[in-house]
């Protein structure tokens, strides 16, 4: 069989781990021919490719990024949205492959789906520092990113404390709260917010001022980047201004950013990116394709693509480390009783 391997979206740790875990599976144990595709969907457009051996996959199981490149291309989402899975068809079938190997987040997982429904054989690999891919219960990537952050609240305590400040630290998290919430927990943080809990910025300001009343003079407060704020300031520049203004206590803002998604990859990420990669490869043999790889319940398995597409996968309220947190004292932004 000869299979080609892509990866899309975002860069993320692990995609060289599940690269080689994909890779090394296919040609040590199944004598499968394997192409690498350069910079995601463009590369299977352009015919961009080259073939891995043993050799070009040594040395990838640390390594941060990808080596394949990537690309936000989505396909199915222009003007021309059908002249280019047509071309993608087209080229699948040059290149003579007999499954596509699609490393990527919600996006790519969605076209992957699209590509299986015209006739592909398609394998999705979720990866995502979010960790908000539908199906599984961690994504590679989430674990590396949250050890970033985590480092760094752990950094910014010293220096809140020495002036006596709060500081207000912003995460990577669009539409999904959970590095903010394992982050923030794990960092000691007093106030964690996310897009999930409608969070109310007088509130906010009452637990600061009480923490001060109680002898304790600087807070730490972590939110998701994608928390709603009613203003056209940035989340972290809205709450920033707005707990200066109405605590007066001095209030500095940290923006961690891609630092978030660069770097090794954490043990844990690099040991689950080659679990799913040989699953994959699994799948591939056994021709189960339309799938996704996942973890559920500590064990790897996969589900359909049609699943996941179109789906997130939030933080619910009623998650245990939100109950602990509130029983800890944890502020999550909430009015008293909601």
Not at 114 to 138: A, F, H, Q, Y
Not at 231 to 248: C, F, G, N, Q, W
Not at 292 to 308: G, H, N, T, W, Y
Request: glycine share 12%; hydrophobic share 35%; charged share 25%.
């Amino acid at each position: 069989m000869k299979i080609g391997i892509l990866s899309s979206g975002g860069d993320c740790p692990g995609i060289n781990a599940t690269i080689r875990g994909v890779g090394k599976t296919a040609l040590m144990n199944y004598g499968m021919t394997v192409l690498g595709i350069h910079n995601g969907f463009s590369g299977l457009m352009d015919i961009d490719v080259e073939e891995l051996s043993e050799r070009s996959l040594s040395g990838l199981l640390n390594l941060g990024g990808t080596i394949l490149g990537t690309s936000r291309e989505k396909p199915f989402k222009h003007a021309d949205r059908n002249q280019k899975p047509d071309m993608i068809c087209l080229n699948y079938d040059k290149l003579g492959l007999d499954c596509l190997v699609c490393i990527g987040g919600n996006g790519t997982q969605k076209t992957a789906d699209k590509l299986s429904r015209m006739g592909l054989n398609v394998i999705g690999v979720p990866k995502t520092i979010d960790n908000d891919v539908w199906g599984t219960d961690i994504t590679f990537g989430f674990d590396t990113a949250v050890n970033i952050a985590t480092e760094a609240i752990d950094r910014l305590h010293s220096t809140a404390s020495a002036h006596k400040r709060v500081m207000v630290v912003e995460v990577m998290g669009h539409h999904a709260g959970w590095i903010a919430l394992y982050a923030g927990m794990a960092g000691g943080a007093d106030v964690i917010l996310m897009p999930e809990i409608k969070f109310d910025i007088r509130k906010v300001n009452e637990v600061i001022l009480e923490r001060f009343r109680r002898g304790k003079p600087y807070s730490i407060v972590v939110l998701a980047e994608g928390i709603r704020v009613n203003s056209k300031k940035r989340p972290v520049d809205y709450l920033t201004y707005s707990i200066e203004e109405a605590t007066h206590i001095e209030t500095r803002e940290t923006v961690l950013g891609y630092i978030q998604r660069g770097g090794n990859p954490s043990p844990f990420d690099r040991n689950l990116a080659t679990r799913l990669g040989g699953h994959a490869t699994e799948l591939i043999d056994e021709k189960a394709f339309g799938r996704m790889v996942c973890l559920q319940d500590s064990r790897i398995s996969s589900i359909p693509l049609a699943e996941v597409s179109g789906k997130l996968k939030l933080v619910t309220p009623d998650h245990d480390l939100i109950k602990q947190g509130r029983r800890m004292g944890i502020s999550f932004g909430e009015k008293d009783g909601e």
